[in-house]
T-cell receptor
């Protein structure tokens, strides 16, 4: 398919575990965003990549969260020592360039027990 | 900071009824405004957008007009169908932001019954 894909779709983690969430953007899309969507809320910005450069990480809620995009394509959002408040849907979006229409993946639903 | 406020749901309507979802915003610059829709089990999809004051975005029978004087971007559809049942998100992208990151409202669930 030509859309943004994310894996896994669902993840259950015990408190304290590390998790890694993957995003495959649309081929050729330069820009990539991560958002966090808590239950019953709208998505909130986490971080932004332009190619492999992470240009904005102002939305990452703590130093337990970090993201990478080493080859300017696939991105991974990693959460260390997960806490219950990390339970949310994590959305990835890609665009052809900055300030363009964002195309969203289906999200990864993370539940921390 | 920037924010988006939209009416709470769920909004329950009968098929062929008129739909309005209110959205107001605050922004430091001159934002672009968006409506995204999330159908059950699917990802967010752009429904329509407007990039400057008095612009009207439209798609699939939905319309919204960028009203700078009232800082609003209300979504309307004249005759809804069961297939319009979804969660609708109003969002903005501030002109002062170089990347175009989106600020979303909390979403409004719409349920259309036959």
């Amino acid at each position: 398919g030509a859309g943004v894909s994310q894996s896994p779709r669902y993840k259950v983690a015990k408190r304290g575990q590390d998790v890694a969430l993957r995003c495959d953007p649309i081929s050729g899309h330069v820009s990539l965003f991560w958002y966090q969507q808590a239950l019953g809320q709208g998505p909130e910005f986490l971080t932004y990549f332009q190619n492999e450069a992470q240009l904005d990480k102002s939305g990452l809620p703590s130093d337990r969260f970090f993201a990478e995009r080493p080859e300017g394509s696939v991105s991974t959002l990693k959460i260390q020592r997960t806490q219950q408040e990390d339970s949310a849907v994590y959305l990835c979006a890609s665009t052809l360039g900055a300030v363009e229409t964002q195309y969203f993946g289906p999200g990864t639903r993370l539940l921390v027990l | 900071g920037d924010s988006v406020t939209q009416m709470e749901g769920p909004v329950t309507l009968s098929e062929e009824a008129f739909l309005t979802i209110n959205c107001t915003y605050t922004a430091t610059g001159y934002p672009s405004l968006f409506w995204y829709v999330q159908y059950p089990g699917e990802g967010l999809q752009l429904l329509l957008k407007a990039t400057k004051a008095d612009d009207k975005g439209s798609n699939k029978g939905f319309e919204a007009t960028y009203r700078k004087e009232t800082t609003s971007f209300h979504l309307e559809k004249g005759s809804v169908q069961v297939s319009d049942s979804a969660v609708y998100f109003c969002a903005l992208s501030d002109s002062t932001d170089s990347w175009g990151k989106l600020q979303f409202g909390a979403g409004t669930q719409v349920v259309v019954t036959p």
